[in-house]
């Protein structure tokens, strides 16, 4: 199984400091905490929308039931002795995968848990140049948040670098959490498969490794407007590790009361933390976001 990105579930709680903010005043206070929450909305969805890749990868590696027969008893395959039940439409055009993962959370071989239904278009498998498949969600959702929206990758081959690399376009994405609130999303990616290339076929997935350039934005919980710019690439291992495990991902609120962030995922750790950083004219504040999951 190959060509396959995740990332996870990111709902950030940002831990300031008494030394770091002090001094703020009260208006600062409020500008930190509301635009906090864009910082932690927009590495969810990144994680989010980046995780559908997972699922759509993983089953467009096969070419029909058959096939797909073929593979579910590999152990190492993606969807191997999960919950998840996929289902080939070949006839209609285009093609079409159902994923489905049930009604209760079912625990993905990515440590996710998901329920719902995924439904993927495609015109032709994920490794072919010029293929494009369409990723849409069916009261879907991954750790008890809802993912709504369209996902479009296109498979642009091989870079300069003979990389493989997609295209990757997110239109009217949207999270509701767990507590109700949402948040909307929407983005055009560059996803390059930076690792595991030349193992293809059944649990060759394990070991691949992906970098994600570009840039997206929306509105947070709180109704925050931000765009959201990938400064450093941002890397993800498809196995062992539910996050990103190093880049860099600016988050700037429209307002022109607010201040911009940097979120720094480290230097290649799998941990459970992010650096931000809050650019206030000449000087900046530096903390630790902790993700729940």
């Not at 396959?4 to 770091?20: D, W």
């Not at 467009?60 to 395959?77: E, F, H, M, Y």
């Not at 649990?203 to 925050?224: F, L, Q």
Request: proline share 1%; with cysteine.
């Amino acid at each position: 199984m190959k060509n396959k990105t995740t990332s996870a579930l990111i709902l950030a709680t940002a831990l300031c400091t008494s030394l770091l903010f002090t001094a703020c005043r009260k208006e600062n206070k409020t500008e930190t905490a509301s635009n906090n929450n864009a910082v932690s909305d927009a590495s969810t969805s990144e994680a989010k929308f980046d995780n559908s890749g997972v699922i759509a990868d993983a089953a467009l590696a096969g070419g029909g039931a058959n096939d797909i027969s073929g593979r579910i008893a590999g152990t190492d395959d993606f969807f191997a002795n999960t919950c998840a039940t996929l289902t080939w439409d070949t006839i209609s055009t285009p093609k079409k995968i159902t994923v489905d993962f049930g009604a209760t959370n079912c625990l993905c071989k990515d440590g996710i848990n998901r329920r719902g239904k995924m439904i993927i278009t495609y015109n032709g498998k994920y490794r072919t140049t010029g293929s494009i498949n369409t990723i849409t969600f069916n009261d879907f959702y991954e750790e008890d948040n809802k993912i709504e929206g369209t996902k479009t990758v296109t498979n642009n081959g091989l870079n300069g670098s003979s990389q493989m690399y997609w295209s990757i376009v997110v239109t009217n994405g949207k999270i509701t959490y767990v507590d109700g609130t949402s948040a909307t999303w929407a983005s055009n990616h560059t996803r390059t498969l930076v690792n595991g290339q030349s193992t293809v076929g059944s649990g060759g997935w394990v070991d691949d490794e992906y970098e994600i350039t570009g840039s997206g934005g929306g509105t947070s919980t709180e109704g925050v407007i931000y765009i959201a710019t990938i400064l450093t690439p941002l890397h993800k291992k498809v196995k062992g590790c539910k996050r990103f495990t190093s880049g860099v991902l600016e988050i700037v609120p429209t307002a022109s009361n607010t201040y911009k962030r940097q979120i720094d995922f480290g230097s290649g750790a799998c941990d459970n933390q992010a650096t931000v950083t809050v650019f206030r004219g000449n000087k900046t504040n530096t903390y630790i976001i902790k993700f729940k999951k």
